[in-house]
T-cell receptor, first 113, second 113 residues
Framework: GAGVSQTPSNKVTEKGKYVELRCDPI?????LYWYRQSLGQGPEFLIY????????DSGLPNDRFFAVRPEGSVSTLKIQRTERGDSAVYLC???????????FGQGTRLTVV | AQSVTQPDIHITVSEGASLELRCNYS??????LFWYVQSPGQGLQLLLK??????LVQGIKGFEAEFKRSQSSFNLRKPSVHWSDAAEYFC???????????FGTGTLLAVQP
């Protein structure tokens, strides 16, 4: 596609529920990133994929968070047993490779009530 | 580990005035540096990037930035600010070994008539 697409744009869920956030990167981009942005903060790194594998998942806050990219294109960020503190905007970005500029999607605003 | 500092949380300038947003980075090797802009409710848009070569880089919307290795800085400038430039600006550094794009906390720019 023309840009990075994230769905849904908004998600409201109840505490304790499971959610999946989807990211469609720019076609041909091998690198894919997930970030979390809380109000008034800069984007916080979560995980980086190079192809199908997670090259760096050091930013995932705990084992409730997991992300996959099975075919090296679309990625899904999965959050189990959601907590109110997980409420934030989740941003996805893709780039053509190591060191290249990253292009961001519009984000998914997750609200846990 | 690499890091980015944006010392100014909030800046207000008059329309037509010049602008300089500060960014300092910490990274052992030559960094890849970026400036992004985020308008309210929007994703991050790439303004410009520095990889190597000329230390003064031009970006979109009339912005430029200068890489100064001796000062570990990559300040963003614009000679004449327009009301539409009101947004939040993020500086980021790309650490090659870890492949993470690390963001500063951002500078919120307000433009007054």
């Amino acid at each position: 596609g023309a840009g990075v697409s994230q769905t849904p744009s908004n998600k409201v869920t109840e505490k304790g529920k499971y959610v999946e956030l989807r990211c469609d990167p720019i076609s041909g981009h091998t690198a894919l990133y997930w970030y979390r942005q809380s109000l008034g903060q800069g984007p916080e790194f979560l995980i980086y994929f190079q192809g199908t594998g997670a090259a760096d998942d050091s930013g995932l806050p705990n084992d409730r968070f997991f992300a996959v990219r099975p075919e090296g294109s679309v990625s899904t960020l999965k959050i189990q047993r959601t907590e109110r503190g997980d409420s934030a905007v989740y941003l996805c970005a893709s780039s053509s490779g190591q060191g290249a500029a990253a292009f961001f999607g519009q984000g998914t605003r997750l609200t846990v009530v | 580990a690499q890091s980015v500092t944006q010392p100014d949380i909030h800046i207000t300038v008059s329309e037509g005035a010049s602008l300089e947003l500060r960014c300092n980075y910490s990274y052992g090797a030559t960094p890849y540096l970026f400036w992004y802009v985020q308008s309210p409710g929007q994703g991050l848009q790439l303004l410009l990037k520095y990889f190597s070569g000329d230390t003064l880089v031009q970006g979109i919307k009339g912005f430029e930035a200068e890489f100064k290795r001796s000062q570990s800085s990559f300040n963003l400038r614009k000679p004449s600010v327009h009301w539409s430039d009101a947004a939040e600006y993020f500086c980021a550094v790309y650490g090659g070994a870890t492949n993470k794009l690390i963001f500063g906390t951002g500078t919120l720019l307000a433009v007054q008539p």
